[in-house]
């Protein structure tokens, strides 16, 4: 498909990358940024997802090499997770040729806003002072529930996936908050790259406009870790609760009205 992009699209794909690549390290739900983008140039709805794939890959990239920099994730005590979220990528992707997916748009703003409203409500829902690094691997079951629920999840839609895992992971895991945050953005990346890999092969990617907002996202992400890191909850939770609140309105208000 032959696109005529002129420099000011160029430039807005610019600094929605840059915005999206700053809330995805953070939170997730960058795409609800980048995707609109996309279709208001005149991309096609699945040429759109794939484009936004490649471009999350290079923000999830960015964003994960940052946190396991600070030493905030271990890669050997998370292998069953990696494992089980690729493999539920890789179903889901399947699953969104089979399924009717009118339910899980009207589900789905309930279950974002029932996290923003736990967030807000719990004491322990962005981890609490007891909770500490592990120390050896947490356990098999649960990671590999885990990451076969989130990463089929991810694989089917995926909007507010970022929340998901980060709630689920303090919860679970009892998770430090940037710890699970680190968790979170890894296990993206694998979803997101398998995802990528499928579009890919379906023809369903303009590298282009991929790569020129991948590198955006780049910048944003980098930005966003090392803002959550250096800030912690004070700085996360109000920004988490928006993005999550923001999430659920976006998808209630294509679902519903």
């Not at 379906?202 to 992400?221: E, P």
């Not at 980098?222 to 609140?245: C, D, E, H, N, Y």
């Amino acid at each position: 498909m032959e696109l005529l992009i002129d420099p000011s699209q160029l430039l807005l794909l610019a600094v929605i990358g840059i915005i999206a690549g700053f809330i995805d390290a953070i939170v997730g739900g960058g795409g609800l940024l980048s995707i609109p983008a996309l279709l208001t140039m005149g991309i096609p709805p699945h040429l759109a997802l794939g484009t936004n794939k490649l471009a999350a890959c290079f923000g999830s990239f960015t964003s994960s090499y940052t946190y396991y920099k600070q030493q905030l994730f271990v890669p050997k005590f998370w292998r069953l997770c990696a494992i089980a979220t690729f493999v539920g990528a890789i179903l889901g992707s399947g699953l969104v040729f089979l399924i009717n997916s009118a339910w899980l748009e009207k589900l789905l703003p309930l279950l974002i806003i029932s996290i923003a409203i736990y967030t807000l409500f719990s004491p322990k829902a962005m981890g609490s002072k007891t909770y500490t690094p592990p120390k050896e691997s947490p356990d098999h079951t649960k990671q590999s529930v885990q990451g076969l629920i989130l990463g089929g999840y991810d694989g089917f839609a995926g909007p507010g996936i970022g929340a998901f895992w980060t709630v689920s992971s303090i919860s679970l895991h009892k998770l430090p908050l940037l710890e699970s945050c680190a968790l979170a953005r890894i296990m993206t990346l694998i979803s997101n790259i398998t995802a990528l890999a499928i579009f890919a092969f379906l023809g369903q990617v303009n590298w282009i406009l991929g790569l020129w907002m991948g590198l955006c996202m780049m910048a944003g992400s980098f930005i966003g870790a090392r803002s959550a890191i250096r800030f912690g909850i004070p700085f996360i939770k109000p920004l988490f609760i928006i993005s999550v609140v923001s999430i659920a309105a976006h998808l209630a208000w294509s679902a519903w009205v």
